[in-house]
């Protein structure tokens, strides 16, 4: 049998650390045994899924060298590798269980569905799908088939007893069937939901070994009741920890940067940033702290992931950058590395474009377009509340900035420009005063280059950056975190 893994990343926001921890272990898992690992974008959610995103989860991929052999550029021989275009496949395979009766049809709308999980609350109990769909009679279903009423397809789920399955990692987990739901597997938009696309494809493309991360763990019982249902062998199932914050929570870009673009742009070297990655619960048997990827492979042993939670520490990949940078790269070499990172004709050109009318002498350039370079400028941070703005308007208005940053797809200065207008407009604020605060949070001075323009040049990654380390200075409390939560509910309702 082949030694096949896969990552099967959601195309739905920046790419993110936890994608390439769980890719580099998949990866060498499969290599060490000479197998294959595969790249699938799970694209079925049809609203949140971007093209942009996809690319962007492949460039950072590879820029870690992290490459597939099969995947949605190379193709392969269980191809396709995007979810939205296998689509008939998981509507013959939701059929199929219909047919062979592990799954039904629900008619329910959702204002019934509501309705019911609200009764289910009244009466104390939990919220959940009550099978009325297994209640209609063959009749029943051909009538509303034949009437054209849309429907979802659901999978059967035991009403008693216990799952049990062998974690790769854990051992033996016990889920009881009642905290199970009957999961919808085919929505009423024909697109299937990830419980059926990603068994059908892990089948299909005989992936022999699954690593995922542990918050999928519940989900663990529907998967593999799945394989049953369609007589398939599943694979073998295992469970990642999950990074953390230094504070152990969760982590998350609220307290720590989480797209890899960000550590690029900060000009991490991708293989510092891999050998951090591979440290995330797991060690060289000689405890060694750096390693190179061919390193890692030849050692590698899941077996011995240790499942308390990995603590992703900046500082520590600091260090270990400095040390892949003393002892790895020679003087030429890391010449190179800072033309291939921002020395280069091609970010040079806008800089330059940015800065010929303000300039008098080529070394007016290092104070006024460092910006453009710099990692975090350092700045005092009453610059930004010295302007026009109150404080709490300011820490209203930078959050909600942010936030609808993080939504923007189309990373350019005229969509970057419409949003402060909006969010400025939206606290009453000149857009001259609201951009005060911005500006120093981008450039760290009072006055440089056009924000906008800098806004793009720097990229989406490290602008936002840049807003989340001013809004830590501001400082928000708990209270009014909730507050801003609130006022953003309030914006996107009122837009
Ligand atoms: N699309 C899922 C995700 O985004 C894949 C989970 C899995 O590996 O099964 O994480």
């Known amino acids: ?160 007893g216990t799952f049990v399955f062998e974690d790769y990692l854990r051992g033996d987990i016990e889920i009881p069937w009642e905290n199970v739901d009957m999961q919808v597997l085919l929505k009423a938009d024909g697109f299937p939901t990830y419980f059926l696309a990603n068994v059908v494809d892990d089948h299909h493309m005989q992936i022999s070994h699954i690593f995922r991360g542990e918050e999928w763990i519940n989900s663990a019982p529907k998967l593999l009741k799945l394989y049953d249902d369609f007589g398939w062998t599943p694979p073998t199932l295992g469970h990642l920890p999950l990074l953390r914050n230094p504070d152990k929570s969760k982590l998350s870009k609220r307290k720590n940067p989480t797209s890899i673009n960000y550590y690029k742009e ?59 940078i003393r002892e790895n790269l020679t003087d030429e070499q890391l010449m190179q590395r800072f033309f291939e990172w921002k020395y280069n004709p091609q970010l040079m050109t806008k800089v330059i474009g940015q800065a010929k009318t303000r300039i008098n002498t080529l070394s007016d350039m290092v104070e006024l377009a460092g910006h453009f370079v710099a990692g975090m400028p350092s700045y005092d941070p009453a610059l930004l509340t010295a302007g026009k703005a109150e404080e709490e308007v300011i820490r209203e208005a930078l959050q909600l900035f942010i936030w609808e940053l993080e939504a923007l797809r189309a990373w350019d200065k005229t969509e970057i420009f419409a949003i402060a207008k909006q969010v400025a407009t939206h606290h009453e604020l000149k857009i001259k005063d609201f951009l005060e605060p911005i500006f120093v949070a981008i450039t760290g001075k009072t006055s440089s280059t056009s924000v906008v323009d800098a806004m793009e040049i720097l990229g989406s990654d490290m602008s936002r950056a840049r807003l989340r380390v001013a809004l830590g200075h501001i400082g928000v409390s708990k209270k009014q975190a909730k507050k801003l939560e609130k006022s953003y509910q309030a914006y996107l309702s009122a837009k």
């Open 1 to 160: 049998m082949t030694i096949r893994t896969r990552v099967a990343p959601s195309p739905t926001g920046d790419p993110h650390l936890g994608t390439a921890y769980i890719a580099l272990f998949n990866y060498c898992f499969a290599k060490q045994q000479g197998g294959e690992f595969v790249l699938r974008i799970e694209d079925t959610d049809q609203v949140r899924s971007t093209r942009e995103s996809e690319q962007a989860i492949m460039d950072s991929l590879k820029w870690l060298g992290l490459n597939w052999d099969h995947g949605p550029d190379v193709g392969g021989e269980f191809g396709p590798y995007r979810q939205s275009e296998r689509s008939d496949l998981y509507k013959k395979y939701a059929h199929q269980l219909v047919e062979t009766g592990k799954a039904f049809y629900c008619f329910a709308t959702s204002e019934e569905l509501d309705e019911m999980r609200d009764a289910q609350v009244a009466e104390g109990l939990r919220p959940q799908y009550d099978g009325r769909g297994l209640k209609l009679s063959d009749d029943e279903i051909a009538a509303n088939l034949a009437a054209g009423k849309p429907y979802v397809i659901r999978m059967k789920i035991p009403t008693q």
């Open 266 to 324: 900060m000009g991490f070297l991708p293989e510092a940033l891999l050998n951090y990655l591979g440290r995330m619960g797991w060690s060289m048997p000689d405890e060694r702290e750096k390693f190179s990827l061919e390193e890692m492979i030849e050692h590698f042993d899941m077996k011995r992931v240790s499942l308390g939670g990995p603590i992703f520490d900046i500082d520590k990949l600091n260090w270990l950058n400095g040390l892949w």
